[in-house]
């Protein structure tokens, strides 16, 4: 393929903002220039660049995050969410998780208020339930140890999300169960999530 065919075959474009007007071919430095408008405009497709680290507080090095409260019936849940909070605040920042809370420059505390379960779809021949509707409403606060401030709170946050059943809902809870891992990477995501990205 010829250079000026191959740029003019380049499209970077969202969805949904396709045009119907013929494209000429692009010089070489007509397609870097259409480059650069294309990924300047990224941000308004949905974009989003992984680790937010930036938009917390630059001068912090350590955050503390404890294990959550368990307020719910569930066994040893929070220590599953905790640890999966712990890994995702590694992987999407650039502080270091420590465990002495008072040392550290921010402490997260997480509170697991209430994990609700709702049947969705079913096995036609048993009538078991295949797939079901996993809620779980936290409270999180993020602060500032040195000024005390809370940086971050939400006494309300809600996960929501399905996923399918190979027994029952009780053993969907169990510590073992691959399922529940899944679900708490699921949580931890959408939580550390919020509290990045509300910077």
């Known amino acids: 393929m010829a250079n000026s065919?191959?740029?003019?075959?380049?499209?970077?474009?969202?969805?949904?903002?396709?045009?119907?007007?013929?494209?000429?071919?692009?010089?070489?430095?007509?397609?870097?220039?259409?480059?650069?408008?294309?990924?300047?405009?990224?941000?308004?497709?949905?974009?989003?660049?992984?680790?937010?680290?930036?938009?917390?507080?630059?001068?912090w090095s350590t955050i503390a995050i404890p294990a959550f409260t368990n307020d719910t019936t569930r066994y040893r849940i929070e220590q599953r969410f905790t640890q999966a909070v712990i890994r995702e605040f590694i992987?999407?920042?650039?502080?270091?998780?420590?465990?002495?809370?008072?040392?550290?420059?921010?402490?997260l505390n997480g509170e697991v208020v209430s994990i609700e379960t709702s049947p969705v779809l079913f096995d036609a021949t048993t009538g078991q339930v295949t797939t079901m509707l996993v809620t779980v409403h936290c409270k999180v606060h993020l602060t500032d140890n040195k000024s005390k401030q809370v940086l971050y709170h939400n006494d309300d946050m809600i996960f929501r999300e399905e996923y399918q059943i190979s027994s029952d809902v009780t053993t969907f809870f169990e510590e073992q169960d691959p399922a529940l891992e899944r679900m708490s990477r699921d949580f931890a995501s959408?939580?550390?999530?919020?509290v990045v990205e509300s910077f």
């Not at 119907?20 to 259409?34: C, D, E, H, N, T």
């Not at 480059?35 to 974009?47: D, N, Q």
């Not at 959408?190 to 919020?194: D, E, M, S, T």
């Open 91 to 107: 992987s999407r920042t650039k502080y270091r998780v420590i465990q002495d809370a008072e040392a550290a420059d921010g402490l």
């Open 190 to 194: 959408q939580l550390v999530a919020n």
């Open 5 to 59: 065919d191959m740029w003019s075959a380049a499209n970077l474009r969202c969805a949904g903002n396709e045009s119907s007007v013929p494209r000429a071919p692009l010089s070489l430095a007509g397609f870097f220039a259409v480059l650069a408008v294309s990924l300047a405009s990224l941000g308004g497709c949905g974009y989003h660049v992984a680790g937010r680290a930036s938009r917390l507080p630059s001068d």
